[in-house]
């Protein structure tokens, strides 16, 4: 089965879990990824981003940065939530869109930045064992559609910026 690199990358946030609490280490993860310059300009996470993947066994997965995942882990839309301690993020909206940059391939990027979910007001009303998690309250702009590359394809990165927004 082929491998796919989820390398999650949050343009207001970052993507992170257990070793990857540390903004430093997500930003020096991205770099070392080519996410910056090749998909965002330029990147400085401000607060922890969890994405977790359910599996069809029940168990979930929750990623961190450069993992490696099957198209099989990634066949579901996955969850999002906030790592903080700040009440201030509560009810805050945010846009989160899941793009692949390396589309078709790694080494033929002639159709790159595939757009594979977009959803424009995720909130979190609280937390729940030290983590926000969030809920889109409008219908997803793009509904979540996992990763197809072709046969013989390199890891593919995924990005996942959730920007703050104002609209309400």
Not at 23 to 52: H, Q, Y
Request: proline letters at 10%; charged letters at 10%; glycine letters at 6%.
């Amino acid at each position: 089965m082929l491998a796919l690199a989820l390398t999650v990358a949050l343009a207001a946030t970052s993507l992170v879990r257990a070793q990857d609490n540390d903004t430093a280490t997500v930003a020096a993860a991205f770099m070392n990824a080519g996410i910056v310059p090749d998909v965002l300009s330029s990147f400085a996470p401000v607060l922890p981003l969890l994405v977790t993947f359910k599996q069809a066994d029940g168990s979930s997965i929750e990623v961190t940065a450069g993992m490696q995942l099957t198209i099989a882990q990634t066949a579901n839309e996955p969850t999002f939530a906030l790592v903080s301690g700040n009440a201030a993020i509560q009810g805050k909206p945010y846009l989160i869109a899941m793009v692949d940059p390396d589309a078709p391939t790694p080494q033929n990027t002639s159709i790159s930045q595939v757009r594979h979910f977009l959803a424009p007001d995720f909130v979190s009303d609280g937390p729940v064992a030290g983590t926000w998690p969030m809920t889109n309250r409008t219908p997803a702009l793009s509904e979540y559609m996992g990763p197809h590359p072709p046969d013989g394809s390199d890891a593919h990165r995924f990005v996942s910026p959730p920007l703050v927004h104002t609209m309400c």
